[in-house]
């Protein structure tokens, strides 16, 4: 995979970023051992034997590296002609979730839509195609984004529209994450500061008075600040977290040894894996898992800084908005599973168990490796 490729006029392609490839590879090899080991038992306990969520996981991560390995083959120059019409797939997929009898529905959340033997997450898939769509935004809009209406209401009222959707199904944490990139790509991207600021505060606001009047949002807000107080009902699953670092120590337990995924810690094999590997491996394992992923968005945004020196701007975006989608994302799960941040229900990238989650995140991956080639082969040419 990392071997020299002809490019299409004829030039030599240089071969992957050996550091980010390998980071990559690393994060889902660790992925899979902890999702067997976090899952084992529930899955025994479940459907009888205890390889039953590694199974489904391993048949992820394949369907992923073989789209990782597609995604490589793709000019980025495509995804630039095709974002506009990708975005409106994703958004009329948001829409399709919500149709009875089209999405399914889950634990109260409509959220997925079946195709075939596999169930999809629309949403995970949103993130990637705004990126791709604010990239080329800020390209055509350069000269203007210093204006009020250009600069940041026009995808302001975007992100409404998707925030709207996202509520309905509902599915907080995407939108939460969405705003987030798109706010992050625009200040990189050159919008007035002021501008910046303003909506930045509306959007809190707005995030304020939409947890204020749902009784479900408050209560997580009061679990995450007084867990222990509410340590049977709200703030149960930070407990159990918290539990779950406390007896990792240094060195851990030792992997396969948590007592946390004994069915005291729900979703121990997706939105708190990390407390799962914290227990198993202590803190040593974790400052591994957080510079690895410090490795993936460093390399990220100094890829994006060569595609826009190159002259490439619209990869350059692309590139910063995958750095700060993973970044984000990893942040945020593993700040909820130390109990920094309040609970929300996002994935680990490339690690915990989720099929769209995992795709979308190589997908991201293989566009990023992407830019870094043609960057690096125009580079050469010259």
Request: proline fraction near 3%; charged fraction near 10%.
């Amino acid at each position: 995979m990392a071997e020299v490729r002809e490019m299409s006029h004829g030039q030599r392609m240089p071969p992957l970023d050996a550091v980010l490839f390998y980071d990559w590879l690393g994060l889902l090899a660790i992925g899979l051992v902890m999702v067997y080991s976090a899952s084992a038992f529930v899955a025994t306990q479940r459907v009888g034997y205890s390889s039953y969520y590694l199974v489904h996981d391993c048949v992820n991560v394949a369907v992923s590296v073989v789209a990782f390995s597609l995604a490589l083959q793709i000019p980025i120059a495509f995804w630039r002609r095709v974002s506009s019409y990708l975005l409106l797939g994703g958004l009329a997929a948001l829409v399709m979730v919500l149709i009875p009898h089209v999405g399914v529905v889950a634990n109260g959340s409509a959220r997925w839509l079946p195709l075939g033997v596999f169930n999809v997450q629309p949403s995970e898939f949103l993130k990637l195609l705004l990126i791709l769509y604010l990239a080329g935004y800020l390209v055509r809009r350069r000269d203007r984004l210093s204006e009020f209406t250009h600069g940041i209401l026009t995808v302001s009222a975007l992100l409404m529209v998707t925030g709207i959707l996202l509520l309905l199904e509902p599915d907080m944490g995407s939108e939460v994450i969405l705003w987030a990139v798109a706010f992050g790509m625009l200040f990189v991207g050159g919008v007035r500061l002021s501008h910046f600021v303003l909506v930045v505060l509306a959007a809190l606001g707005a995030g304020i008075v939409l947890t204020i009047i749902s009784h479900y949002r408050e209560q997580r807000i009061i679990g995450f600040l007084h867990p222990f107080a509410l340590a049977k009902s709200d703030g149960y699953q930070l407990v159990q977290s918290l539990i779950a670092f406390g007896r990792g120590g240094v060195f851990g337990r030792g992997l396969g040894l948590s007592i946390q995924k004994l069915y005291y810690l729900p979703a121990a094999h997706t939105d708190f894996l990390f407390a799962i590997l914290a227990e198993e491996f202590g803190f040593v394992g974790v400052l591994v898992v957080i510079a690895l992923y410090a490795i993936l968005i460093l390399r990220a945004f100094k890829i994006a800084s060569a595609a826009q020196r190159a002259g490439d701007l619209y990869a350059g975006f692309v590139a910063q908005g995958v750095g700060i989608l993973l970044g984000l994302e990893s942040i945020i799960n593993m700040g909820v599973n130390m109990g920094v941040l309040p609970t929300k229900g996002l994935a680990l990238p490339l690690m915990s168990y989720g099929g769209s989650s995992t795709l979308m995140s190589c997908l991201a991956i293989a566009i990023l490796l992407r830019i870094d080639r043609e960057t690096r082969a125009k580079g050469a040419s010259r």
